[in-house]
C-alpha cells in the first residue's frame, strides 16, 4: 500500500511540475552605455493558457528619463497551441524600435507539422532535428526542458527569427549563485554563443529566468527579474 501511495505522489508531482501555469512576470531593464550599466526602464512579460491555446507577451521600454540617451522599445507576441503540455508556436511577432526609428518589424507563421515557416512571404525549411521555437517562446520551452531532464549538458532548437529558421545549442555552464535586489539564488546558467544570450534560470521560480543578457548588435542589456505572480 505505501509503495502505491509513493508512487501516486510521484507522478502528481511530476504532472504537476510540468504543469502550464499562467503567470506574468517584471523585470528592471538594464543597458550598457558609456556610463556602465544603468537601469534605463523596465519589461513585462505575461503568459496565459487554458491548456489548449497560449499567447506569451513581452513588452519592454526605455523610461522616459532615459531616452535622450538610449530610446529603445521591443515588443513581442508568442502564441499557438499546446499539445500534451509542450508549447507549439504558430505566430510570433516582434516590433523593435531605436531612437523613434523601427528596426525590426515582422510576423513570422510557423508551421511545426511541415517543418518550414513564412516570413514576409518567403518560406524557410527546418534545417535539422529539434524543437522549433520562436525567440519568445523558446524560454519556457527550455524551462519545461530543463526541469525534466536536469541532467542534459546540451539543448537543441530549431529557432525561427527574422532569419528564417536555424539550429541552435543552448550549454548549461552549470550552477551559479546571483543576487537579485538583496536576494541569493541558486541558478541554472545557460549560453547561446551564436545569439549572444545568456540565461540563469532558477526552480524557485519554475525554471524561468531571473536574469538574462543579450547582446543585439552594438547594444548589450539585460534584465533582472523583480516580480512573479501566477494567475488564476
Known amino acids: 500500500m505505501k509503495k502505491i501511495l509513493i508512487l501516486c505522489l510521484g507522478l502528481f508531482y511530476s504532472i504537476s511540475s510540468n504543469a502550464l501555469s499562467s503567470y506574468e512576470a517584471n523585470y528592471d531593464f538594464y543597458a550598457s552605455l558609456g556610463l556602465g550599466s544603468i537601469k534605463v526602464g523596465n519589461a513585462n512579460f505575461k503568459f496565459e493558457t487554458d491548456d489548449s491555446r497560449y499567447i506569451y507577451t513581452n513588452n519592454a521600454s ?24 509542450q508549447l507549439i508556436s504558430s505566430n510570433y511577432e516582434l516590433t523593435e524600435t531605436k531612437d523613434d526609428s ?10 511545426v507539422d511541415q517543418s518550414f515557416s513564412m516570413i514576409g512571404g518567403v518560406k524557410y525549411l527546418k534545417t535539422g532535428p529539434g524543437k522549433v521555437v520562436d525567440e519568445l517562446n523558446l524560454y519556457l520551452v527550455l524551462s519545461q526542458d530543463i526541469s525534466k531532464q536536469p541532467l542534459q549538458k546540451v539543448f537543441t532548437y530549431q529557432v525561427a527569427n527574422s532569419d528564417g529558421i536555424k539550429l541552435q545549442s543552448f550549454n548549461i555552464m552549470g550552477g551559479e549563485i546571483i543576487e537579485i535586489g538583496s536576494k541569493k539564488l541558486q541558478t541554472i546558467k545557460i549560453e547561446c554563443p551564436e545569439l549572444q544570450l545568456t540565461l540563469n534560470l532558477s526552480e524557485e521560480y519554475d525554471y524561468l529566468p531571473v536574469l538574462i543578457k543579450k547582446s543585439n548588435g552594438e547594444n548589450r542589456y539585460y534584465l533582472t527579474l523583480t516580480d512573479y505572480k501566477k494567475i488564476l
Do not use: A, H, Q
Open 62 to 85: 526605455v523610461s522616459p528619463l532615459w531616452r535622450t540617451l538610449f530610446n529603445y522599445s521591443r515588443t513581442e507576441k508568442s502564441s499557438g497551441i499546446v499539445v500534451n503540455k
Open 102 to 111: 523601427v528596426k525590426k518589424n515582422l510576423e513570422i507563421n510557423i508551421f
